[in-house]
């Protein structure tokens, strides 16, 4: 998976469809780095959420991973000039390998698990819970087809396949249908303490903590 052929176009391309909704669903929740002490950043991409935690502030050390080598000068570009304390590494999640002293206690990814397969979800999510600190919470924003029937779910199912089958092109994703989220979190062991909803529930945002969870050797 690789967004490089993309990464200049990809700010217009979700405009297009989505107008400002994800921009807005990005940062729905970035009152809670005001409390981190180590970000983990999944697949920000050209740094449009970095951008907005840099004007608001933050401490923290920031761990940002990409594949995209040309997303992530984009997002080098538009930090700069901040003093955000972070560090990019372009490399697969799957790849990735962070120091054992990096414990973090907020993982952010929009909408980037739905680029993967549930197997492959899973085992990403795997290795990020044995990263993060006993505390941790996670925000996701990602999509999801309502389970109404109605109008809104023929025209959510039909944009899916239609997003899907260009990422695959175009990026090679590996995902053919939408996650369950909430199923793929519950079983990773975490556990859901919010959820907004937009566009008849199409695209969300959950906040998740880690309970209970004993770290494997």
Known sequence: MNFD???????????????????????????????????????????????????????????????????????????????????????????????ESFNPDLIIAHFFLDCFTYDEALLILDRITRWAAADAKFIISDFSITKKVSSHRVYQKILTNIMISFFSLFCGISARILLNIPKLMTSSGWNCLSQKRSRHGFINSWIWQIEGYAKRP
């Open 5 to 99: 052929f993309i990464a200049r176009h990809y700010n217009w391309i979700e405009k297009i469809i989505f107008r400002s909704d994800l921009e807005k669903f990005r940062s729905m929740n970035i009152e809670l780095i005001k409390d981190a002490k180590s970000i983990l950043l999944l697949g920000d991409g050209d740094g449009r959420f970095l951008e907005q935690v840099s004007k608001m502030g933050t401490e923290a050390q920031i761990i940002s991973v990409d594949s995209s080598a040309k997303m992530i000068n984009l997002s080098q570009i538009k930090v700069k000039t901040s003093h955000l304390n972070v560090e990019f590494n372009c490399s697969k999640i799957e790849n990735f390998k962070p120091s």
